[in-house]
């Protein structure tokens, strides 16, 4: 699940600040982190996510494949692993001390956003018309740089929808490294 997560992400983040990839400006991964199973009270109803950035420098995305994509793919990790419900609660409430409200626009001029979980058993849901056939986000919660991946209809498969603008598509389908990636 995760190794899909680091080469889509560096191969768009790549692509969207193609003008000077070895920049010591910064790209922003953000994570959306479910805080539900984490600390949330079960009789909880709702969602309870927090935003959480992955920083890495353009530089740091050049250089060939194995550095781009190792360097998104140990960032990814180290993040998620060091998530520790203090770390996360202290967001929290350092969020209702100085709340804001996230806007696509702030999350990602030059990055990535990813929701959804592998926990999230969007499948299993029948609502009396039977198991779905495919699962996509609505129109209200897409943008450019959106990364969504869910668990696959079939075991141990993988859903990505992954929404970009136009240009970045095109970007992206001029790419040898990352079309030869999907093959």
């Not at 409430?93 to 926990?119: C, H, Q, Y």
Request: aromatic share 8%.
């Amino acid at each position: 699940f995760l190794s899909i997560i680091p080469s889509c992400t560096y191969q768009v983040i790549r692509n969207k600040n193609i003008p000077d990839p070895d920049s010591e400006e910064e790209a922003v991964f953000i994570v959306q982190v479910g805080l539900r199973s984490r600390f949330v009270p079960e009789d909880y109803f709702g969602n309870a996510v927090i935003p959480w950035p992955i920083v890495v420098k353009l530089k740091e995305l050049s250089g060939g494949r194995d550095k781009g994509l190792g360097r998104v793919a140990a960032e990814v990790n180290k993040v998620v692993a060091g998530l520790t419900v203090e770390k996360l609660k202290g967001a929290v409430e350092s969020w209702i001390e100085n709340p804001k409200m996230p806007t696509v626009r702030g999350f990602v001029a030059g990055g990535m956003v990813l929701s959804s979980s592998p926990r999230f058993d969007v499948y299993g849901n029948d609502f009396g018309w039977g198991k779905p056939v495919a699962v996509r986000s609505g129109s209200g919660n897409k943008f450019d740089g959106k990364l969504t991946v869910y668990p696959g209809v079939e075991n141990g498969s993988v859903d990505v929808e992954i929404c970009l603008s136009p240009e970045m598509a095109a970007r992206l389908e001029s790419d040898t490294e990352f079309m030869a990636a999907l093959e």
